[in-house]
């Protein structure tokens, strides 16, 4: 059984900064790339990055530059680091891996800017 499990969420002034943390059980982790995407209210999911097994990454046009991803395959652990952050910024953030053509969402962790 495959299960995310997001942290790292909170309340911060624009300008600040949170690392998101994930943790990922039922798969090899190292096997497989891994992606955020957030939720702001009123409006649809969207992708944000993703981290290859490989280790190449790819982000959103909105946030490049501010947020970088990351993974540790000894933790089965998967990073945001989110710099210079905006309201705009303000979402539920949810991790999310795709296994076997069935993808798996973490609970999610709120991301509150505040400016």
């Known amino acids: 059984q495959v299960q995310l499990v997001e942290s790292g969420g909170g309340l911060v002034q624009a300008g600040g900064s949170l690392r998101l943390s994930c943790v990922a059980s039922g798969i090899i982790f190292s096997r497989y790339g891994m992606s955020w995407y957030r939720q702001a209210p009123g409006k649809q999911r969207e992708w944000v990055a993703t981290?290859?097994?490989?280790?190449?990454?790819n982000y959103a046009g909105s946030v490049k530059g501010r947020f970088t991803i990351s993974r540790d395959n000894a933790k089965n652990s998967v990073y945001l680091q989110m710099n210079v952050l905006s309201p705009e910024d303000t979402a539920v953030y949810y991790c999310?891996?795709?296994?076997?053509?069935?993808?798996?969402w973490g609970q999610g962790t709120q991301v509150t800017v505040s400016s």
């Open positions: 999310n891996v795709g296994v076997t053509g069935l993808n798996y």
């Open positions: 981290m290859t097994l490989y280790g190449s990454t």
